[in-house]
T-cell receptor
Framework: DADVTQTPRNRITKTGKRIMLECSQTKGHDRMYWYRQDPGLGLRLIYY???????NKGEISDGYSVSRQAQAKFSLSLESAIPNQTALYFC?????????FGPGTRLLVL | GENVEQHPSTLSVQEGDSAVIKCTYSDSASNYFPWYKQELGKRPQLIID?????GEKKDQRIAVTLNKTAKHFSLHITETQPEDSAVYFCAVDSGGSNYKLTFGKGTLLTVNP
C-alpha cells in the first residue's frame, strides 16, 4: 500500500488559510478520488478524476478544489479553510471498480 | 444520487460468534458491492466484493450475500476473532462504467475475547 501516498500526514492550520493536500500513486491507475471521513458519517466523495483532463465534483465539493497534475498526482486544495473542514482526508485510486486508499491526512482547522 | 443505508452502526460480539452487517441501496443500476475494513488509525482496505451477477461469495471466514431484487447485501463474518475488531464500510457503485462509489456510514465491530 505504499503505492498510494499522501502528504502531509498531519496538518494544523488556521481559519482563512489556503492549504493543499497531495496524493501520489505508483499503481498506474487512471482514476483518482478524494474523500473526507468524519465520525459517524462514513466516507464522502469530494472530487474525482478519471484521467488528467477529467475532473468531476462529488457530493461535497463546496469549499474545495482539485488539480490533476499528472496521471500519478492529484491534489486537493482548501482555498480558505474553515473549522468544519477539520476531518480525515483520504485519496484513493482505481483502474476499474476496486479502489485503493492512501494512508490519510488528518487536518485540523483552528 | 445513490442512497446507502448500513446497519447496525455498532455491533459487539463474543469471540467465536458470527457477525452480520447489512446494507440497502437505492439505485437499481448498481452492479458492484465492495466491503472495506478500517482498523483504528489505518486506511480502509477491501476485504471482499461481489458483482450483481452473483448471489453469494465466500473467502474463508467472510462472505457476502446479495439480493438485487430487494436491493440489499450483507457481510457475514464467522468464528470472529479479536483482530476482526474494526469499522466496516459497505459501498455501492453508480452503475455503468463510472465506478464511482457511495459508502455507507460504517459499522464499528467489537469482538470481545
Amino acid at each position: 500500500d505504499a503505492d498510494v501516498t499522501q502528504t502531509p500526514r498531519n496538518r494544523i492550520t488556521k481559519t482563512g488559510k489556503r492549504i493543499m493536500l497531495e496524493c501520489s500513486q505508483t499503481k498506474g491507475h487512471d482514476r483518482m478520488y478524494w474523500y473526507r471521513q468524519d465520525p459517524g458519517l462514513g466516507l464522502r466523495l469530494i472530487y474525482y478524476s478519471f484521467d488528467v483532463k477529467d475532473i468531476n465534483k462529488g457530493e461535497i465539493s463546496d469549499g474545495y478544489s482539485v488539480s490533476r497534475q499528472a496521471q500519478a498526482k492529484f491534489s486537493l486544495s482548501l482555498e480558505s479553510a474553515i473549522p468544519n473542514q477539520t476531518a480525515l482526508y483520504f485519496c484513493a485510486t482505481s483502474s476499474l471498480e476496486t479502489q485503493y486508499f492512501g494512508p490519510g491526512t488528518r487536518l485540523l482547522v483552528l | 444520487g445513490e442512497n446507502v443505508e448500513q446497519h447496525p452502526s455498532t455491533l459487539s460480539v463474543q469471540e467465536g460468534d458470527s457477525a452480520v452487517i447489512k446494507c440497502t441501496y437505492s439505485d437499481s443500476a448498481s452492479n458492484y458491492f465492495p466491503w472495506y475494513k478500517q482498523e483504528l488509525g489505518k486506511r480502509p482496505q477491501l476485504i471482499i466484493d461481489i458483482r450483481s451477477n452473483v448471489g453469494e461469495k465466500k473467502d474463508q471466514r467472510i462472505a457476502v450475500t446479495l439480493n438485487k431484487t430487494a436491493k440489499h447485501f450483507s457481510l457475514h463474518i464467522t468464528e470472529t476473532q479479536p483482530e476482526d475488531s474494526a469499522v466496516y464500510f459497505c459501498a455501492v457503485d453508480s452503475g455503468g462504467s463510472n465506478y464511482k462509489l457511495t459508502f455507507g456510514k460504517g459499522t464499528l465491530l467489537t469482538v470481545n475475547p
